[in-house]
């Protein structure tokens, strides 16, 4: 099956000034654009159909590679059908927008500013998994944390020397009370939160 090339030229020039449109501030070139976009589908979809051939009738006379196949015809008349409701339905936001504001132009609120300029790395999604939060929790030993067991906490030895935590220091046994789920050193008051 050979392919006309005029047709995929159109068809690219229509898909690339479709995109060009697209990405536009006025509704009516965004409209413009999903129109060309349309366009170009249809005519990918026929060059898909290859060259024109006998009618789809049935005949014993006509050798089966002769049929046209009807099945491109038929997508490009949902297509049609479809590109005309986006079109009617854009033109009504378009309508009501310039209603509203007189203007065609969309403007960017303060929402989308602040989107723009939020980085792209969320320290709480992006950051590197801790290890107590695996199904298998790891037990620190030692004040320095250099040692690592997979025994229960209450086997673990408790560290003679005080640990530093968060800026101060605290006892090696409620180092190890706080390694445990559901820490020991936290009273919970009658909100849920802790003293």
Same mark, same amino acid.
């Given at each position: 099956?050979?392919?006309?090339?005029? !047709? !995929?030229?159109?068809?690219?020039? $229509?898909?690339?000034?479709?995109?060009?449109? *697209?990405? @536009?501030?006025?509704?009516? %070139?965004?409209?413009?654009?999903?129109? !060309?976009?349309?366009?170009? &589908?249809?005519?990918?979809?026929?060059?898909?159909? #290859?060259? =024109?051939?006998?009618? /789809?009738?049935?005949?014993?006379?006509?050798?089966?590679? =002769?049929?046209?196949?009807?099945?491109?015809?038929?997508? *490009?008349?949902?297509?049609?059908?479809?590109? +005309?409701?986006? &079109?009617?339905?854009? $033109?009504?936001?378009?309508? %009501? &927008?310039?209603?509203?504001?007189?203007?065609?132009? *969309?403007?960017?609120? $303060?929402?989308? %500013?602040?989107?723009?300029?939020?980085?792209?790395?969320?320290?709480?999604?992006?950051?590197?998994?801790?290890?107590?939060?695996?199904? +298998?929790?790891? &037990?620190?030993?030692?004040?320095?944390?250099?040692?690592?067991?997979?025994?229960? *906490?209450?086997?673990?030895?408790? /560290?003679?020397?005080?640990? /530093?935590?968060?800026?101060?220091?605290?006892?090696?046994?409620?180092?190890?009370? @706080?390694?445990?789920?559901?820490?020991?050193?936290?009273?919970?008051?009658?909100?849920? #939160?802790?003293?």
């Amino acid at each position: 099956m050979s392919v006309n090339l005029t !047709l !995929l030229t159109v068809m690219g020039a $229509l898909y690339a000034c479709g995109i060009y449109l *697209i990405l @536009e501030r006025s509704l009516t %070139r965004v409209l413009l654009g999903l129109m !060309l976009l349309a366009n170009a &589908t249809n005519l990918l979809i026929l060059a898909t159909g #290859g060259y =024109a051939g006998l009618a /789809p009738f049935f005949s014993k006379d006509t050798d089966p590679a =002769a049929y046209n196949d009807p099945l491109p015809q038929a997508l *490009i008349l949902t297509s049609i059908v479809i590109s +005309f409701a986006v &079109t009617a339905f854009m $033109l009504g936001i378009i309508y %009501r &927008t310039w209603v509203l504001a007189r203007q065609d132009e *969309i403007q960017d609120d $303060l929402e989308d %500013r602040r989107v723009a300029a939020t980085p792209s790395f969320d320290a709480e999604d992006d950051a590197v998994i801790p290890v107590e939060t695996s199904e +298998f929790p790891l &037990t620190m030993l030692g004040a320095d944390g250099a040692g690592v067991s997979d025994s229960p *906490i209450s086997d673990a030895p408790v /560290p003679e020397a005080p640990v /530093p935590a968060g800026g101060r220091t605290i006892s090696g046994e409620a180092a190890v009370r @706080e390694e445990k789920p559901g820490s020991a050193n936290v009273e919970i008051s009658p909100e849920g #939160g802790g003293k």
